[in-house]
């Protein structure tokens, strides 16, 4: 019977050297913090082989970074070694998975002890235990903390093909409200590379497109608008054409058109003979003394065309086509003339013509001011 008794009370003893406290708290869904502080009591103490271990619930969808922080206090002294860990696990069936790297507690020197996860997971339970060693200690939590912080993969996200990074969605989407980055693109650039997009884009900001936009048959650069529509305060041009023109070919306007009118090249001549093409519309010839602009034939790559020829000397000016006597010009009532020539007898001074491609077969001819009389010569 003494056999017995002596047994239960080992049994006892040895319960007791191993016991173990349990707390629990909470981390709420959307929280990255506990939901409250940890309040401890005596009954929390860490003693010789005894252990305190608290369990968290986090019922989150990303993955995050961990760290948990504990401040101990040593009530009598003794060789205090405790040995804390942290742990996570997915579900409540899962196995637990070391945080970290444990920290040995053995003096008020080391706090406050602090856990870090090295790589993001998404654990929706968390354990941290604090177990004491065999030697005589007496210990107290004067603080405890976890917190967590969302992330994403630094790998990034690989989709299969036919895959959606984001599929039907009725709610507005936001990249971070700074910026949305591709690899390899340098400052705020939002894609460095193909973005195709299927229905209409809104964009509050300024769009620059450095390559410029090219558009399919049928499509328009800009659609229906009630709005004005400024398309730059200094020039807006074309491809092919030189200098500041403004559109070098045919306009289409339903409603007012205001235009800034922008004059082609100014040329100055300087041996009386000047040769010009229809890439040159819009540019102004000077001469100062006898001379001759010759233009294209006309054609339907000359309809629209536009030529200033100015004189500043007192002398004759002629305008003829490439090929001679083709019967081109309409000018001062005669409708098929081979060249056009400045040729009064003085006051030439500051005469001028403006010359207009009309058709895929006229050039029109009129004079700039009353000095300017023009003599047309009669078709051969």
């Keep these: 019977m003494k056999k017995f008794f002596i047994i239960i009370i080992l049994a006892a003893l040895s319960a007791a050297s191993i016991a173990q406290v349990e707390r629990t708290a909470t981390i709420r869904y959307g929280r990255t913090m506990l939901s409250r502080p940890m309040a401890f009591t005596a009954a929390d103490s860490i003693v010789t082989s005894d252990s305190l271990v608290i369990t968290i619930t986090n019922p989150q969808k990303y993955l995050q970074h961990q ?7 040593d009530i009598d002294g003794g060789s205090p070694s405790v040995v804390i860990t942290l742990r996570g696990r997915v579900t409540s069936v899962d ?16 706090n406050p002890a602090t856990i870090t996860s090295t790589s993001p997971v998404n654990y929706n339970y968390l354990k941290v235990s604090y177990v004491a060693s065999g030697a005589a200690q007496h210990l107290e939590v004067a603080a405890f903390d976890l917190r967590t912080a969302n992330t994403y993969e630094d790998g990034g996200i690989t989709l299969t093909a036919g895959n959606d990074l984001i599929g039907s969605s009725t709610s507005d989407i936001t990249f971070n409200t700074n910026k949305f980055t591709v690899a390899g693109a340098t400052g705020n650039t939002l894609i460095a ?29 800009i659609g229906s608008s009630t709005s004005d529509i400024t398309i730059n305060t200094d020039k807006f041009t074309v491809a092919g ?22 004059f082609g090249t100014v040329v100055v001549n300087t041996d009386e003979s000047e040769t010009l093409t229809a890439a040159q519309s819009g540019a102004i010839v000077t001469f100062d003394g006898a001379g001759t602009a010759t233009i294209p034939d006309p054609s339907a790559a000359t309809i629209g065309v536009i030529y200033y020829l100015l004189q500043t ?20 009532g005669v409708a098929t003339s081979d060249n056009v020539t400045i040729s009064t007898g003085s006051h030439k001074i500051g005469a001028g013509m403006i010359v207009i491609g009309i058709s895929a077969t006229q050039w029109y001819v009129g004079g700039l001011n009353p000095e300017s009389l023009l003599t047309p010569e009669a078709a051969d």
Excluded: E, K, Q, Y
């Design 67 to 73: 760290t948990m922080t504990t401040t101990l206090t």
């Design 95 to 110: 196995d637990w998975h070391p945080i970290g790297t444990p920290v040995t507690w053995t003096s008020v020197a080391n």
């Design 313 to 332: 000397a007192d002398a004759n000016l002629i305008v003829t086509c490439t090929t001679a006597d083709n019967n081109a010009f309409v000018c001062n």
């Design 193 to 221: 590379g193909t973005l195709s997009v299927t229905g209409a884009t809104t964009a509050t900001g300024l769009i620059t497109a450095n390559g410029g936009v090219t558009l399919g048959a049928g499509d328009d650069l």
């Design 241 to 262: 054409a030189t200098g500041n023109t403004v559109i070098a070919g045919t306009l289409g306007v339903t409603g007012v058109a205001t235009a800034n009118l922008r």
